[in-house]
């Protein structure tokens, strides 16, 4: 797998179900940022899950991140219909001696249904 | 709340002409960055820029593209002749910082090459 994959790749459930996203990578990296995008629309930043970090919460949102496995995961608790987006994982890998000038490998989405 | 702006929204060009896409970062932002997204496809990197120069380059970013902080507000991507391949979702990204900081990105400019 490459860099930043989420699965599933596409996810449809009803309206107050919780959704959970997973995102693997290869590399070691600095940060896991997850964006929101909108069909045709601007990325939407969710949450940024630094290195040594575990977990973090945001609202309805929780990230996990499992360095040893390199994954990461996305719950979105009680869903809306609003939340009906493509879901993205983008690394910020740790290049020799620590160093990163920002650089983020986007994985290529989870496509999240919520129906009314 | 502060927000990365683009302009224009959509841009269409002829094969082999100049565009000039437009950003405006969140303005105590240092680090400026550049991706697309080809129709369908994953988001991509273009480049990084910080203190005026290039940080990083992606094999994307060849000699027909360039970018530039021509003021201490706007930051832009050039693609001298654009060829068709160029037709995509150009993003315009920032953050304070490069390491562990979060990047905001702008709406985006449709580019399509015809």
């Known amino acids: 797998s490459q860099q930043g994959e989420e699965d599933p790749q596409a996810l449809s459930i009803q309206e107050g179900e919780n959704a959970t996203m997973n995102c693997s990578y290869k590399t070691s990296i600095n940060n896991l940022q997850w964006y929101r995008q909108n069909s045709g629309r601007g990325l939407v930043h969710l949450i940024l899950i630094r290195s040594n970090e575990r977990e973090k919460h945001s609202g309805r949102l929780r990230v996990t991140l499992d360095t040893s496995k390199k994954s990461s995961s996305l719950l979105i608790t009680a869903s809306r219909a609003a939340d009906t987006a493509s879901y993205f994982c983008?690394?910020?890998?740790?290049?020799?001696?620590?160093?990163?000038?920002?650089?983020?490998?986007f994985g290529q989405g989870t496509i999240l249904t919520v129906h009314p | 709340e502060p927000e990365v702006t683009q302009t224009p929204s959509h841009q269409v060009t002829q094969m082999g002409q100049e565009v000039i896409l437009r950003c405006v970062p969140i303005s105590n932002h240092l680090y400026f960055y550049w991706y697309r997204q080809i129709l369908g496809q994953k988001v991509e990197f273009l480049v990084s820029f910080y203190n005026n120069e290039i940080s990083e380059k992606s094999e994307i970013f060849d000699d027909q593209f360039s970018v530039e902080r021509p003021d201490g507000s706007n930051f832009t991507l050039k693609i001298r002749s654009t060829k068709l391949e160029d037709s995509a979702m150009y993003f315009c990204a920032s953050s304070h910082g490069a390491w562990a900081n979060e990047q905001f990105f702008g709406p985006g400019t449709r580019l399509t090459v015809l």
């Open positions: 983008a690394t910020d890998a740790r290049y020799a001696g620590g160093t990163s000038y920002g650089k983020l490998t």
